[in-house]
């Protein structure tokens, strides 16, 4: 079968597609025919190997897994010994992430990073949505505990989480604000952000209204930024970010959060959890993916290198030629 691969860290020219072996799947794994699969902040990551945790999950010096990609959609062609949620022909989608291999035409996945894809969902749009939409809604349902009538910022709007989050803070009634660059300010008003902030001319931290949740992609600021632009008893959460700011908001929040009543809280991915209420979502035609290409597999450097300059806007989504495809 055909993959994209790496031996070694480096800039997106280091990937090759190449003839590998087609992976045989293990007890409790299925083997899926990838349709598609989209790029994550996380294989950017992995690529380059920084910061120094992707190389403490993928080899120190050089990769040891050798293809990335996580969020797939495809359809499972046969079953581990002891695989028993899905039967081939099956259309499923979901985050492989720890495990990767999606820049492939097949890859192994173990049945519970799996769901069902539902029918009226393309395999484009069912790849966009693991990771960033699981993000989008850990980070303004499970620790933002979003409220009809609050004010939301979105800070790194345009990518993935944002076009996810803003759809679904919709549905409670909120007024949205996204912050990104210019050049994505008019599809973030398109799909229904109600104000839009050029990071590149403003400050959302030091001039404008207060909000009562941040939803922040990116996490560039300090702390007592963000908290500046909190309203009282306000909420801050992060997806992610400087590696530093992160650890900053890990140990200033619990003080913040007692001195200045405002809260600081990060979101640890659990990967796949809310699948079930997205297809909801979906099915009811509540929300759509943002969709960047699709791009070839053999395009996955310039597509990766696309992504790393910030070029995207949504997801970027790689589909594959299988006969089968739709
Ligand atoms: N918490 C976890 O367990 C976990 C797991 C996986 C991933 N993550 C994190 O989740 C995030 C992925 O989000 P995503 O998929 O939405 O990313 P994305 O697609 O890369 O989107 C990020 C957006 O931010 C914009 N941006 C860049 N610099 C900015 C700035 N200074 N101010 C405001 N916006 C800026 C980018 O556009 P321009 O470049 O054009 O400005 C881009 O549109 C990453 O931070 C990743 O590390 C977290």
New binding site residues.
């Given amino acids: 079968m055909r993959a994209i691969v790496y031996a070694r860290y480096g800039p997106p020219d280091v990937l090759q597609l190449k003839e590998v072996e087609k992976p045989i799947p293990k007890d409790d794994e299925v083997l899926v025919e990838v349709h598609a699969v989209s790029i ?3 294989d950017w ?1 992995l690529l380059q190997g920084v910061p120094l945790a992707n190389r403490l999950e993928n080899g120190l010096f050089k990769p040891k897994k050798k293809t990335l990609g996580s969020d797939i959609a495809g359809r499972v062609e046969t079953l581990g010994k002891n695989a028993k949620r899905f039967k081939p022909g099956d259309e499923v989608y979901g985050d492989l ?1 720890g495990r990767w291999g999606g820049f492939a035409e097949y890859v192994c996945a173990r049945e519970r990073s799996l769901a069902l894809k539902p029918a009226g969902m393309s395999f484009i749009e069912a790849a966009a949505i693991p ?2 939409a699981m ?1 989008a809604v850990q980070g303004l349902l499970d620790k933002g505990q979003i409220r009809r009538g609050q004010k939301l910022l979105i ?8 076009t996810f989050g803003v759809q679904i803070a919709k549905l409670y009634g909120v007024e949205v604000t996204g ?3 210019s ?2 300010l008019d599809m973030l008003r398109s799909i229904g952000f109600d104000q839009v902030i050029d ?1 590149t001319k403003e400050d959302f931290t030091k001039s404008g209204p207060c909000y009562d949740l941040i939803l922040d ?4 600021r300090s702390m007592f930024a963000y908290t500046r632009a909190l309203c009282p008893h306000g909420v801050y959460v992060t ?3 400087s590696t530093v700011r992160l650890l900053q908001a890990l140990l200033l929040g619990p003080w913040i959060s007692m001195i200045r009543k405002k809260n600081i809280r ?4 659990k990967p796949n959890k809310d699948l079930p209420y997205i297809n909801e979502l979906f099915q009811a035609g509540k929300l759509k993916a943002v969709i960047d290409g699709p791009y070839k597999l053999s395009e996955v450097p310039a597509a990766m290198q696309r ?1 790393g ?5 949504g ?1 970027i989504v790689i589909t594959m030629e299988h006969s089968s495809n739709t």
């Fill in positions: 994550n902040d996380w990551g992430s990771q960033a993000l800070n790194g709007a345009g990518g993935g989480v944002g912050v990104d660059s050049g994505k990071y992609v990116k996490t560039n997806v992610g970010g990060l979101v640890l991915l992504f300059a910030g070029e995207h806007k997801k």
